[in-house]
């Protein structure tokens, strides 16, 4: 019954995808604008971006879709943005990564918005 109520309150649903999404991009943003690794496997990099920023659009798919208006171009900009400064801070930004960013973002909402579906689903159904 308290997994049913959990999608009712739109408001605390909407907080909670917000302050998650912001405290995971603050999470990427350190981690692509920090020192790269010394050993890296080649290729990791873009699944990297590709998972950083399909976990990044996952919550506000899921919990506040109506952001999606503002979130996803919100996203895919700031995927931009650090790929901008990254030559600013011994790293290099490339077209390659920013593609995996939009990518990544495209693929987080779409499986957000699928699991809203499905979970809503089951909702209705007890």
């Known amino acids: 019954m308290a997994f049913k109520n959990w999608f009712v309150n739109t408001h605390r649903n909407h907080v909670a995808a917000l ?7 603050l999470l990427i943003g350190y981690l692509t604008l920090s020192p790269a690794p010394f050993l890296s496997i080649p290729g990791s990099d873009k699944i990297n971006h590709l998972i950083g920023f399909t976990a990044l659009m996952i919550p506000g798919a899921l919990l506040y879709r109506h952001a999606l208006y503002w979130l996803l171009p919100s996203v895919i900009a700031f995927g931009g943005a650090i790929e901008l400064i990254q030559p600013y801070v011994n790293r290099r930004g490339e077209w390659a990564d920013f593609w995996a960013d ?7 909402a779409g499986i957000g918005l699928l699991l809203r579906h499905i979970f809503r689903e089951r909702i209705s159904v007890q």
């Not at 302050?19 to 991009?25: G, N, R």
């Not at 939009?102 to 987080?108: E, R």
């Open 19 to 25: 302050i998650v999404t912001a405290c995971l991009a």
């Open 102 to 108: 939009a990518t990544g973002a495209l693929l987080g």
